[in-house]
């Protein structure tokens, strides 16, 4: 059972229509632009894509490669609600959403001269009940996702391709090792699973190991690395120049007075653990 009394209005009001998907806005340019959220002319975002060409990426969707690493490494998945926080400020606290990490990882790329874009989604907030099971009546009924695309080359990839598609096409560069992988959580993935949204891998870590696919591209498969999510997509509002413009219009997942209550204290809470932080 999920809840509309933490969701702002408008969107609230909107709930009933949310099964329609308009087509795709496929020619959104995106951009390299800084903006609010993505503000990559500062000194943290600076030392990022220094780190990574320090690496000796191959090329572009190398280093987008790289820059994940270093970020799933060294920025702590928290459930912070505050979806519009600017990157700067999620490097200097080294915590940060699945929404901030990838925030993150867009403004380096912008910073390299990778463009980037966004896809919304209307989530259903069924999905996230494995992580907040004994919080069920307060998961927003519908929680909005900004997607990550990026443009290396001349296609556009999302973020859950950057490690290489369900066909196994890596896109020219190297996967994550076979094997178990360690999670931020102290699990294990299994490469042959797919996704779960549970435990301390969050989607910006998962998809390192696994295809995320909201669109119904791929299937997901106890023998495949690639997971098919089409199926908890409420509504596909379509594409963005940037996070900040997808969040202008369609506002964020909590209304303001249940962010600035559950910051406090989601906003320390790490991804898999079973305590809530006092």
């Known amino acids: 059972m999920t809840s509309r009394l933490l969701m702002p209005y408008r969107r609230a009001e909107r709930v009933a229509g949310a099964g329609v998907r308009p087509p795709a806005t496929a020619d959104v340019p995106g951009s390299t632009r800084p903006t609010a959220i993505l503000d990559w002319t500062g000194p943290g975002v600076t030392a990022l894509v220094e780190r990574v060409r320090a690496a000796g990426p191959a090329g ?43 925030a993150v990882l867009e403004a380096a790329a912008r910073a390299m001269g990778v463009p980037t874009r966004v896809r919304g989604l209307l989530v259903d907030g069924v999905f996230w009940y494995p992580r907040f099971p004994r919080l069920k009546p307060l998961v927003p009924e519908q929680v909005l996702l900004a ?10 990839i999302p973020i859950g391709e ?27 993935g299994d490469r042959g699973a797919g996704f779960t949204n549970q435990g301390g891998e969050t989607l910006f870590d998962a998809v390192a190991r696994t295809t ?17 999510l089409s199926a908890r997509v409420l509504s596909d509002l379509g594409h963005f120049d940037s996070r900040d413009e997808l969040f202008a219009r369609h506002g964020q997942t909590l209304c303001l007075a249940a962010r600035t209550a559950g910051e406090p204290v989601l906003g320390r809470w790490s991804a898999g653990a079973h305590k809530i932080p006092s």
Request: net charge negative.
């Open 162 to 188: 950057l490690f290489g598609t369900a066909d196994g096409d890596t896109g020219g560069g190297p996967m994550p090792p076979e094997g178990p992988l360690t999670e931020p959580g102290g699990g294990t």
């Open 60 to 102: 572009p969707l190398d280093a987008l490669r790289v820059a994940h690493g270093i970020v799933a490494r060294e920025i702590r998945p928290v459930y912070s609600v505050e979806d519009r926080r600017r990157v700067s400020r999620t490097l200097r606290l080294g915590r940060g959403s699945c929404s901030q990490r990838m």
């Open 212 to 228: 995320v696919d909201w669109g119904g591209a791929s299937s997901c498969t106890a023998s495949g690395t690639a997971c098919d």
């Open 147 to 156: 997607w990550p695309e990026f443009r290396p080359a001349e296609a556009w």
